[in-house]
């Protein structure tokens, strides 16, 4: 909704629809891509703070977005460095975008575990203020102007969140191969993960490769009208979302 809103403001209509369209894909590819990870490593913090290792949580966040980030550094780096054709200004910043969803979505799945809703929403809010602003004050520069601006407003809200998350745990180095071996307890969760993430992406997909879709100069495909649909459908599902998160679970009903 945010994106449709600012690519309707003044400017040149192909760089709205270029900015939309590499939003998109990098909402979508980096959502998918680092669920899997975000899914274990909840798994592993669940287990260490019942085994009361507050301090392994900070290091586990902190592994968690290094390894997103590495994982998907070559097929980010194939897609908008060589797939798309757009100039190399836009490429630099629809990677720096797609890095910093990387850290929003390790850093929002790991402010759950504050159970501070009040203070992730805050966050979230104000990273969204902010990069609705500075993406319409910059969108003389272009489609790149849009995206740079979106981009810090995203940062925002990792690099905010994640601080909190580092000062509220305070880490202690933490071996790679105790993580690792931590996770491979756990393959069908990461399945589920990719899986979960990928499910509502996936009619869209099929949209994007659908005769009605606008194939753009970049060779981006997108499908306005469709999009702009599911993502209200998205919002409406939002307080039913929010009430399973903050509803009290059954075992603690019991106690």
Sequence with gaps: LLTDAISRTRGDPADQETFRAILSYNFCFSLVLTSPVTVV????????????DIGAIGSTYLQALSASVVLQTLPMLV????????????????????TSLIGLWVTVTFLSVLKDFRLA????????????????????????????????????IAVLGGARILMEFPWRPLAWRETWDAARGFP????????????PWADKWVMWCSPGAERLDSGLRDFPAY??????????????ICLLYTSPSPRDRQK
């Design 227 to 240: 999009d702009s649909a599911m993502f209200m459908a998205y919002l409406v599902m939002v307080p039913g």
């Design 41 to 52: 490593a909840t798994r592993i913090t669940a287990d260490r703070i019942f085994d009361g």
């Design 188 to 199: 069908s969760l990461a399945v589920i993960g990719l899986v979960a993430a990928a499910a």
């Design 79 to 98: 897609f908008w460095g060589l797939l798309a054709r757009l100039p190399w200004e836009l490429r630099l910043v629809a990677i720096a975008s797609y």
């Design 121 to 156: 929403l805050g966050v979230v809010a104000l990273g969204m203020v902010v990069a609705c602003l500075c993406a319409v004050l910059a969108r003389s520069l272009g489609a790149a102007g849009l995206l740079g601006g979106f981009t810090l407003g995203t940062s925002i």
